[in-house]
Nanobody, 127 residues
Framework: QVQLVESGGGLVQAGGSLRLSCAAS????????MGWFRRAPGKERAIVAA????????HYADSVKGRFTISRDNEKKIVYLQMNDLKPEDTAVYYC????????????????????WGQGTQVTVFS
């Protein structure tokens, strides 16, 4: 497992940008597929983006394609979520998650497969 701490959330006007960071500790980071999830008020947790162990494969929810970019720095043990052209419907608590059992050539997207979770960071987009 890895320990995860998110940062970078905040209040932003629609059309603006934010970059979320997820700092990991522990040896399992480089062999972990990583993901960003979000839980909006009154809605279930949903995947936003995910990235494979070496960053070669990414996955995005349809609602964020073309606006969000996930990336990772295995040396620094950080996963990023660059969010551009933010919309009020992006308002949610964003969580970072890690799956240390992922194989190299796959990206994990099923929430139940992630065993490590951060505490979440709030993103609020106003119009």
């Amino acid at each position: 497992q890895v320990q995860l701490v998110e940062s970078g959330g905040g209040l932003v006007q629609a059309g603006g940008s934010l970059r979320l960071s997820c700092a990991a500790s522990g040896r399992a980071f480089s062999r972990s597929s990583m993901g960003w999830f979000r839980r909006a008020p009154g809605k279930e947790r949903a995947i936003v983006a995910a990235i494979s162990r070496n960053g070669g494969i990414t996955h995005y929810a349809d609602s964020v394609k073309g606006r969000f970019t996930i990336s990772r720095d295995n040396e620094k043990k950080i996963v990023y979520l660059q969010m551009n052209d933010l919309k009020p419907e992006d308002t949610a608590v964003y969580y970072c998650a890690g799956d240390s059992n992922a194989i190299l050539t796959a990206v994990t997207t099923d929430a139940s497969a992630f065993e490590s979770w951060g505490q979440g960071t709030q993103v609020t987009v106003f119009s």
